[in-house]
């Protein structure tokens, strides 16, 4: 899969493609089926810069966060009522952010892809004189 995912381009995705289908078609021919009828909508990624295709296929945001919260709730066993799990989801998701202002690899690059494609989307508050950007808040540095 991750050939397919990293492929340059749409057409080197597809003949990856291909070659995933020939390899672990007859152990997985559902998996396969279904990318190859839902690849009009799977590769519309290849639309994106290469980039914006690393940020998609490598941070996962939601996935983590899910995990995270996993991890706190299934120690807790039962709780006494849907109150208490919300308090502890609540408390959990308040940690959770503190980790959510580290910069991610290249942003700067990413985030003026980002506003190339998106640019009416994108309030940009980056400068020339910035030492880089994190998801949570598009500039980290205060100098103009």
Known sequence: ???????????VAEDQLLNLEEKWG????????????????????FEYTE????????TNAVEG????IRKVT????????????LKLVYLATRNIE??????????????QQFYIKFGD???????????GAS???IETSDRV
Do not use: C
Not at 1 to 11: F, P, S
Not at 51 to 58: D, E, G
Not at 74 to 85: E, I, R, V, Y
């Open 1 to 11: 899969m991750k050939k397919v995912y990293r492929a340059v381009t749409k057409d």
């Open 26 to 45: 007859s152990k997985y021919p559902v998996v396969i089926e279904s990318w190859q009828r839902n690849w009009e909508q799977l590769s519309q990624y």
């Open 51 to 58: 980039p914006i295709r690393k940020i998609i296929y490598t």
């Open 65 to 68: 966060f899910h995990r995270q």
């Open 74 to 85: 299934k120690t807790k066993g039962a709780f006494t009522n849907d109150m208490s799990l």
């Open 98 to 111: 503190k980790k959510w202002t580290a910069p991610l690899h290249n942003w700067s690059l990413t985030i």
């Open 121 to 131: 989307r994108i309030p940009l508050a980056i400068n020339a004189n910035s030492t």
């Open 135 to 137: 998801p949570s808040g």
